[in-house]
């Protein structure tokens, strides 16, 4: 069964650029999180989504970050524009159970 | 609202020997407890959890952490390392009812050969 799935792996971006971020869930998963995980810090959940819809979005900056999910499956994360303090690992996450999340390997986002 | 305090960020340890990594919790309801590891440019997996029962529970690689409720603590320990521990290690918590994870900073366990 294949994992969660994000791409890019990589991402170098001139500031004020705009970069997005796909990720694919486990299938049948209903629960879909975006996470941050900044240099030596743990991962910070950004927005959850139940099915299509955003459950808890309190933690994105919304000035400028901006995520969909279609059809309860697919999410795309957006930044626009990016700023030198978005640098960090976007996590993708997905789960069944309240208690059980599974990851993906995440992105890698430079902003220069 | 929930935090995690993961004092060491980093953890040398010969190989054979035994290793705890200490995690302290705060929070003000009932918490689910986890243990995640991350290897050198993977995702995060999860390595244990404690959701109710007993309060000692081991992973599948010899790993075994022990929720101490009077603490607030949930402690993981191995009693002989390998070279393919080397990792991250990374504490969460989340309130029943919530399924927002809460990580603490990390701790990098290296060993030593």
């Known amino acids: 069964e294949a994992g969660v799935v994000q791409s890019p792996r990589y991402k170098i971006i001139e500031k004020k650029q705009p970069v997005a971020f796909w990720c694919n869930p486990i299938s049948g998963h209903n629960t879909l999180y975006w996470y941050r995980q900044n240099l030596g810090q743990g991962p910070e959940l950004l927005i959850r989504y139940e099915n299509e819809e955003a459950v808890d979005d309190s933690q994105l900056p919304k000035d400028r970050f901006s995520a969909e999910r279609l059809k309860g499956v697919d999410s795309t994360l957006k930044i626009q524009p990016a700023e030198l303090g978005d640098s960090a690992v976007y996590l993708c996450?997905?789960?069944?159970?309240?208690?059980?999340?599974?990851f993906g390997q995440g992105t890698r986002l430079t902003v220069v | 609202a929930q935090s995690v305090t993961q004092l060491d960020s980093q953890v040398p340890v010969f190989e054979e020997a035994p290793v705890e990594l200490r995690c302290n919790y705060s929070s003000s309801v009932s918490v689910y407890l986890f243990w995640y590891v991350q290897y050198p440019n993977q995702g995060l997996q999860l390595l244990l959890k404690?959701?109710?029962?007993?309060?000692l529970v081991e992973s599948i690689n010899g790993f075994e952490a022990e929720f101490n409720k009077s603490q607030t603590s949930f402690h993981l320990r191995k009693p002989s390392v390998h070279i393919s521990d080397t990792a991250e290690y990374f504490c969460?918590?989340?309130?029943?009812?919530?399924?927002?994870?809460?990580f603490g900073t990390g701790t990098r366990l290296t060993i030593i050969p």
């Open positions: 969460a918590v989340s309130a029943f009812g919530n399924e927002k994870l809460t």
């Open positions: 404690y959701l109710s029962g007993s309060t």
């Open positions: 996450a997905s789960s069944l159970a309240p208690t059980e999340a599974f």
